[in-house]
């Protein structure tokens, strides 16, 4: 039985003695001494109140109900502030507002003064984020596992343009919605050797790790929408197992004194350690195991009763392999199992195989980790014997069915050859796990036709898809409450967690009343955007001009370098004379992007974008129609207010290469129209949204195939066009970077010789795309008409919908209410 644990009541005055009492006994203030971060966290803190007897409640019945859980492993999740989405979920925010209006403090500057957590790069990240959100909102009994990490990623600045790395300092204030637990620390070893042994005339091995860690877990609170459900996300912390030495300090050598600290403690320091050094790589390794480790750990000695039959796990569990990051947990599984629990191989394989499913969120061959035997070997012997133990056991398979083709089971293996020895962790996943699934409805037919399509061909059942979703309550409640209040005033507030009744919109297309609103909350959203830009970054918006956005992880293969060809193009056309100024559609183009550190063409990518903004925005040829906008260090929170603003979502990924994309699902939610290539999740929102209502351009993945198969020769396209190659030429003369012809040779030569990723042969379709883009902008009517029906016809893309569908194809799991 569980004691209920106080909360206050739901009243203005109740909440106002909650953060009073948090400010002078939780922060040690009194009102009119308290710090705008004094004020925040008594508020957060007030706020948790509100969600923790819910939290335990919600414990207390997983534990009873015995009921299969749904363990999400992700090295990201990228959360957002906590604050909005608490008070949206317990129902706080009006109660919230007036309280504090009646203490002479604005909410809005407490929100501001919340850091976000950067525990995520991308769309992977946020999307584990809206997965855990759904989960607890539909009642099913859940945990999400990850890292703490103490910088995540790195805050992006710009210096002359070029992207420059800062710590992420997002812990430096307190965050007040984690539970720090250093009685729950799991002890993780590395290194070492293993020994035989026989047991009962079984032979058995043995780990010795040389050296361990301690991962201390961090619980975070993640509540269903206005179902009384919170679940948890437990991200796990590494520190030493002997953090100090006195008898060294004592001698002198302080630094010797605390280097076992230093050394534990990177394991969880920052987001994706650059890897392009053999120390970098072993410490990405020793980040997943890490986690993974301490995850498994947990679930079956903490969340598991005591006396559970592990040979039942398969009925609690299952653990959800969100990409190739947590695939060690394969081997680390089957180690505990067989090592530490007496089973027999056979037993724990098939514990095992029916424990994991894969989610594969790429169709790069560069993107699915290979790691090399001796690096496996050095830092974790024992899994490497396991995982050569599966391979020979998986390998035999593939001989008694392909008895003739000792090539396919070379290509099928686990173990890579050559160039070096490696593990293929994809093909890990692929083989030990229940499922596995692509997230966009092509994606996962190209998974199973290319990248792992001897894998679907031996096990045609594993193979399924999900196509990804976002949650409503952040992208669409949150980020857009003038557009919410409108859809809930039209049709009522159930759309919140049954998204697919944003089709009962459609019949508001025809009224006059309905669309005209609409189009006052567009822009009221454009100037919001505008006050948040000017305040962050000293940027300015013209709210009358078509936004016109691209926000993604900067990578050759999402193609910023064509939407910035693009606006060479129209900056040459109107400053050579070709294009009459006044012809020129008012267009303000918005980048948002980080790339990964060590990964230099996308750096100079760039500081090329930021060149020609430079260029654009102070050239008075162009002044009111033109201009190109970069803000730094692009996140959720700037995503929150860019987002319902944009008129256009740009998502041109060379057709084959996206696995699906959240942000177009995010942009169409919001009422912008997509530009894009059939690649991805776009397929699906086209078909959703119909052909009139979408930008569709460029090659198809077929005909990609095709055109590469033949001898893609980029330079034959510069110099069949005249405009493509103006654009170029003004790139590789220094208009752009001062006269200096050499500042972008390294980007015109990879375009014009090498271009992997076809953006010179997509280019005039491109250009022709967004001429249509203009004449549609300028039919006001039918502009909003087609938005509308974006809004109505992207219910689909629900995270909720999402999780329905592994709950089915995948989990076997289902909610507790």
Known sequence: ????????????????????????????????????????????????????????????????????????????????????????????????????????????????????????????????????????????????????????IFRQTFVDGHQVEQPDTWLELG??????????????????????????????????????????PYNYMVPGYHNGRVSTLRLWSARATRAFDLQIFNSGHYADAVRAQTFAENISKVLYPEDSTP????????????????????????????????????????????????????????????????????????????????????LLPEALE??????????????LEIIYRINDDFLAQVRATYPRDELKARRMSIIAEHPERAVRMAYLATVAGAKVNGVAELHSQLLRDKVLDEFATLWPEKFTNVTNGVTPRRFLRLANPELSRLITDAIGGGWVTDLERLRELEPFVDDPEFTRRFRDVKRRNKLRLAGVLEKRDGLTVDPDSLLDVMVKRLHEYK???????????????????????EELAPRTIVFGAKAAPGYKMAKDIIWLINSVAATVNADPRVEGRLKVLFPANYNVTLAEKLIPAADLSEQISLAGKEASGTGNMKFALN????????????????????????????????????????????????????????????????????????????????????????????????????????????????????????????????????IHDYLGRIWGAGPVH
Not at 54 to 67: C, G, I, K, M
């Open 1 to 152: 039985m569980i004691v209920p644990t106080p909360t206050p009541d739901l009243t203005v005055d109740a909440f106002t003695r909650a953060f009073l009492r948090e400010l002078n006994f939780g922060q040690g203030v009194e009102l009119s001494a308290s710090s705008v971060n004094d004020q925040y966290l008594a508020l957060a803190r007030t706020v948790r109140q509100y969600l923790m007897s819910r939290w335990l409640e919600t414990q207390h019945r997983q534990r009873e109900s015995q009921a299969k859980s749904v363990a999400y492993l992700s090295a990201e999740f990228l959360l957002g502030r906590q604050l909005d989405n608490a008070l949206l979920c317990t129902g706080l925010e009006e109660i919230a507002d007036e309280a504090l209006r009646g203490l002479d403090i604005d909410l809005s500057e407490l929100r501001d003064a919340e850091i976000e957590p950067g525990l995520g790069n991308g769309g992977l990240g946020r999307l584990a984020a809206c997965f855990i959100d759904s989960l607890s909102t539909m009642s099913v009994p859940s945990i999400g596992y990850g890292i703490r990490y103490e910088y995540g």
């Open 175 to 216: 965050s007040p919605w984690e539970f720090p637990h250093p009685e729950a620390a799991v002890t993780v070893g590395f290194g070492g050797q293993t020994e035989s042994y026989t047991e009962d005339g079984e032979q058995r091995s043995r780990w010795t790790p040389a050296w361990s860690v301690l991962g201390m």
């Open 279 to 362: 120390q970098g790589k072993e410490l990405r390794l020793q980040q997943q195991y890490f986690f993974v480790a301490c995850s498994l750990r947990n679930f079956i000695e903490d969340v598991l009763p005591a006396d559970f039959d592990l040979h039942r796990l398969p009925e609690r569990v299952m653990f959800q392999l969100n990409d190739t990051h947590p695939v060690i947990a394969v081997p680390e599984l089957m180690r505990i199992l067989v090592d530490e629990k007496g089973f027999g191989w056979d037993e724990a394989w098939e514990v095992t195989q029916q424990c994991f499913a894969y989610t594969c969120h790429t």
């Open 370 to 383: 290979v790691w090399p035997v001796e690096l496996l070997g050095r830092l974790l012997p024992r899994h």
């Open 559 to 581: 193609r910023q370098m064509l939407k910035l060809l693009h606006v060479v193009t129209l900056y040459d056309r109107v400053t050579s004379g070709e294009l009459p100024i």
């Open 671 to 802: 009422g912008a129209l997509t530009i894009g290539t059939d690649d991805g999740a776009n397929v699906e929102i086209r078909q959703l949204v119909g052909d009139e209502n979408f930008f569709l351009f460029g090659l198809t993945e077929p005909e990609v195939t095709t055109v590469v198969d033949k001898g893609y020769r980029p330079a034959a396209y510069y110099e069949a066009n005249e405009s493509l190659r103006r654009a170029l030429d003004m790139i590789a003369s220094g208009t752009f970077s001062h006269g200096d012809r050499h500042a972008f040779e390294p980007i015109v030569s990879n375009l014009l010789y090498q271009d992997r990723f076809l953006v010179l042969a997509d280019y005039q379709a491109y250009l022709d795309a967004q001429e249509r883009v203009d004449e549609a902008y300028g039919d006001e009517e039918a502009w909003t008409r087609s938005a509308i029906l974006n809004v109505a016809r992207t219910g689909f893309f629900s995270s909720d919908r999402s």
